[in-house]
């Protein structure tokens, strides 16, 4: 999958793509309804932001993401996307009418061949834009457009907020029902304080500035190390928190991969919630937190072996 992150002056084999349009936080089996209706209309392409707008206009409000912008891409490629148009979401772009949008970006820039979005689409300054005034573009320049319907399982209607909320109630395994996949948080192996590693269980330890967080405690988890000597697929329990044995921290994600040695310091890995175990918790002392920590492995061991 080729990554491109401007419209003006695309080379002839980056333009003229099928392209599903949206935010794609999560990739949801939603958003796939929407990738899979582009797809039948010839060289698949993905339209998206970077910022989400959502950041750009609201830079201080809690953070909502399920995916960072590598998780995004990973996730994508998976489904066959060719190119991933990941634009810069600023000023600039946030100014243009949906009239301009269209023109400038999806005619001019991309030259769209078709567009898919959501039924609940809205595009241009103040979201002005519509499915329909999408339609009546597409009739002016040139391009298809088709609407997918939104997705609903049973009476639940498919959406990034369900998700979250699934997430935050530590109801990982539903969230997957509406994702279609587990949910991973993915990114580079940073240095920790290495506790992990004197207590007998060496963790890699992730940032998750800027996602939506789902509840903190333990988890079983499935790890895909994606780069480095050591890439493959492996079994963890993780820990999603503060840390609350050694004072209030930052939040961070800790995972414990089971039957791995090695380095993964600057290495990218990405971590799916399976189960959740358990809350945080502050020990009487050490030795009562690495029974825990032995409780909480073979627990995780157990419904990863039946996953």
């Keep these: 999958m080729k990554i491109v992150r401007h419209w003006q002056g695309l080379a002839p084999q980056d333009r003229g793509a099928s ?8 990739v949801h089996l939603g958003h796939r309804s929407v990738i899979e209706a582009a797809a039948a209309h010839g060289p698949l392409g993905v339209l998206t932001f970077e910022p989400h707008p959502r950041e750009f206009f609201a830079p201080a409000a809690p953070p909502f993401r399920l995916m960072n912008a590598e998780a995004r891409a990973n996730r994508l490629a998976k489904l066959g996307v060719a190119h991933l148009y990941e634009l810069p979401f600023n000023g600039t772009m946030a100014a243009f009418t949906p009239a301009e949008f269209a023109e400038e970006v999806l005619a001019r820039g991309l030259g769209a061949a078709h567009v898919t979005v959501g039924a609940d689409f809205c595009f241009g300054k103040g979201r002005s834009g519509t499915v329909a005034d999408l339609k009546a573009e597409g009739a002016r320049l040139g391009f298809g457009v088709t609407v997918a319907p939104l997705l609903k399982i049973g ?8 998700i979250r909320t ?12 509406m994702l279609g996949h587990l949910h ?11 506790r992990g590693r004197e207590l007998g269980f060496p963790t890699a330890n992730m940032s998750v500035a800027g996602l939506h967080l789902p509840k903190l405690g333990v988890y079983a988890v499935k790890v895909d190390v994606l780069t480095g000597p ?4 492996y079994g963890g329990a993780a820990s999603l928190g503060v840390r609350p044995m050694f004072g209030e921290n930052t939040p961070n994600l800790e995972t ?8 993964l310091y600057g290495q990218h890995i990405s971590v799916a919630l399976v189960d959740y175990l358990r809350p945080e918790m502050k020990f009487d002392g050490l030795p009562a ?17 039946g996953a």
């Design 19 to 26: 392209i599903a349009m949206g935010n794609f936080d999560g």
């Design 155 to 162: 009476a639940q209607e498919v959406s990034s907020t369900a």
């Design 166 to 177: 699934a997430l935050a109630e530590g109801r990982p395994r539903d969230a997957a029902d």
């Design 184 to 194: 991973r948080i993915d990114g580079e192996v940073l240095h920790g304080e290495k």
């Design 230 to 233: 050591q890439a493959g697929s």
């Design 256 to 263: 414990y991969i089971f039957d791995f040695k090695g380095d």
């Design 289 to 305: 937190l690495i029974d825990q920590m032995n409780t909480d492995c073979a627990r995780a061991r157990d419904i990863l072996a």
